[in-house]
């Protein structure tokens, strides 16, 4: 099993800033491909930074030049930074992994539990 574990959210106010953090635990062989995604009230969920096991990035078109998604393969963590917060940016925000997991060594695409981002003046 595999467990992915999102921390880091929480009330901003419109311009602030926050880093979300996402530990990889478990049966784990390689952590590929990473990353973020976001889930609005009444929205479907959507995509918001990807970044590979080399470290090549692509965002949403939205965020960029205000979100940065970086990880630490040493560690299994991926983050997310995220600055100059708008209200339109309030979700839940969930971590994603492609996992290489023992003992099948086939790869399995993992979720976190998410974490609320709500940005409120």
């Known amino acids: 099993q595999v467990q992915l574990v999102e921390s880091g959210g929480g009330l901003v106010q419109p311009g602030g800033s926050l880093r979300l953090s996402c530990a990889a635990s478990g049966s784990i062989s390689r952590l590929k491909g990473m990353g973020w995604y976001r889930q609005a009230p009444g929205k479907q969920r959507e995509l918001v930074a990807v970044i590979s096991r080399g470290g090549s990035t692509n965002y949403e078109d939205s965020v960029k030049g205000r979100f940065t998604i970086s990880r630490d393969n040493a560690k299994n963590m991926v983050y997310l930074q995220v600055d100059s917060l708008k209200p339109d940016d309030t979700a839940v925000y969930y971590c994603?992994?492609?996992?290489?997991?023992?003992?099948?060594?086939?790869?399995?695409?993992?979720w976190g539990q998410g974490t609320q981002v709500t940005v409120s003046s």
């Open positions: 994603n992994a492609k996992v290489v997991a023992y003992p099948s060594l086939h790869e399995y695409d993992y």
